[in-house]
């Protein structure tokens, strides 16, 4: 069984409204200042940057610009970080898990105003968060973390208890949960197409479907390999997260490319979706294997996005288990068609949050942990800044040591399933545990 059983694309739903598509060829300089490896959101914001303070600058992509996980991503504003401020005081210091959770806002306001300011049409909405508690137990957690977020960030953030869940989600699954109103939603296609066309305009030459092959060290600079030709570049910044190959094997074997999928319902009627998601906000839950939803941005669907343990070809199982985790939340969607599913790789490390670093002169903006739609921009940016000597506008709390590599990981996530079914066997355990 494939996914067309099940579904009527396996392709992206934002490529309905905002198709990747190829650039025209453009010619190859022999020098540059800067070449840049990905052409996703970090590669074009860095790319920008640098172009428009007069750096001869160019991006190779080794697919149409966006077709990774810049237009296949859930379209949430969340910038989230994986390992809770005690687990990040633990392991780099209480002033550094400050510096991250100080940072989250400062990066989502920045991409706030960066869309006001360039013009950027990409349907965004400042609609807020929900996040559902499994159990009371779980609520309680969560209402005093939604307590410590308002006090400490000044974030409006708040906890809705299991009478009041249905104005904000049509379900009695959840036993409560709390919302934050600083992540909105938007349209991850447009958005790549909205900055493509700023990155453009601003002097930056993207060289689509132009894989880089080869780095090497040549003299004070870099020799760029190409099946196009051969680039001298004074710096080089990799940007290539969950879609990292061998042009930069020192990345490679610390990140790991982690599939996660989406669906997308059928059109719904207006009083269907009024029911079910009365406030059109974004959608979560805690669970390792937990699921992110959101209403399309014109009101009209249901995205469900989680991880897909899959490594091979487009199965339907990772896509019955969206539809059966849509159902289970919402369970008059048991027999919804579904438009849509597909795939596209995220990037993890061992740290668990993104990163700027410096190895062998080459400078990488990387490891965004499924929160890319934030952290990308705002790390590509950072990145290009120190490689301009900017420290004031290039300091972020992600600038520090790589992370460790993978033990006897060369790029292939053989070990990917046997992690998710150990997720899945947590989830359960907690489950269990929860007081519902």
Excluded at 181 to 196: R, S, V, Y
Excluded at 289 to 299: I, N, T, V, W
Excluded at 364 to 381: E, I, L, R, T
Excluded at 397 to 424: E, Q, S
């Amino acid at each position: 069984m494939n996914t067309s059983t099940v579904a009527d694309k396996s392709t992206p739903y934002w490529w309905e409204a905002a198709p990747v598509k190829p650039l025209p060829r453009q010619p190859l300089a022999k020098k540059l200042d800067v070449v840049i490896l990905g052409a996703g959101f970090a590669g074009l914001a860095a790319g920008m940057v640098l172009a428009r303070e007069g750096r001869s600058v160019a991006a190779f992509d080794a697919m149409h610009p966006g077709e990774g996980a810049s237009s296949r991503n859930g379209g949430v504003t969340s910038g989230t970080i994986r390992p809770d401020f005690a687990t990040m005081s633990k392991h780099f210091g209480e002033e550094r898990a400050l510096a991250v959770e100080y940072e989250g806002k400062a990066a989502r306001e920045f991409l706030y105003e960066f869309i006001r300011t360039e013009g950027l049409d990409c349907d965004f909405k400042l609609v807020g968060h929900f996040k559902g508690a499994l159990g009371y137990n779980q609520y309680d957690k969560m209402a005093r973390s939604a307590d410590r977020l308002a006090k400490l960030l000044g974030v409006d953030s708040y906890a809705v208890p299991h009478a009041s869940q249905r104005d904000y989600i049509g379900t009695d699954f959840y036993r409560g949960g709390t919302v934050r109103m600083d992540i909105g939603g938007l349209h991850p296609a447009k958005l790549h197409a909205e900055l493509l066309r700023v990155a453009l305009a601003s002097g930056l030459t993207v060289h689509a479907n132009t894989a880089v092959t080869a780095i090497t060290r040549e003299g004070d600079g870099f020799r760029v390999t190409t099946p196009a030709g051969v680039v001298q570049a004074r710096q080089v910044l990799v940007c290539t997260n969950g879609y990292t190959d061998g042009a930069a094997p020192y990345l490679r074997r610390r990140l790991v490319p982690v599939r996660a999928r989406i669906i997308a319902t059928e059109v719904l009627a207006p009083e269907v979706m009024a029911r079910l998601m009365p406030k059109l906000m974004m959608m979560g839950e805690s669970r390792h294997l937990g699921f992110y939803y959101r209403p399309s941005p014109d009101g009209t669907r249901i995205l469900l996005g989680g991880r897909d343990s899959s490594r091979q070809g487009d199965p339907a199982a990772p896509t019955l288990r969206l539809r059966a985790g849509l159902a289970e939340i919402f369970p008059e969607l048991e027999t919804v068609r579904l438009a849509h599913s597909w795939y596209g790789n995220v990037a993890m490390n061992r740290d668990m949050i993104p990163r700027i670093f410096e190895k062998d002169g080459l400078v990488y903006a990387s490891g965004f942990c499924g929160s890319g739609v934030v952290w990308a921009p705002w790390v590509g940016m950072r990145a290009a800044y120190k490689l301009m000597g900017r420290a004031e506008q290039a300091r972020s709390a992600f600038d520090f040591r790589p992370p460790a590599a993978v033990p006897l990981y060369r790029g292939n996530p053989w070990f990917m399933p046997a992690i998710i079914k150990g997720y899945a066997v947590q989830d359960q355990i907690a489950w269990w545990r929860t007081r519902r």
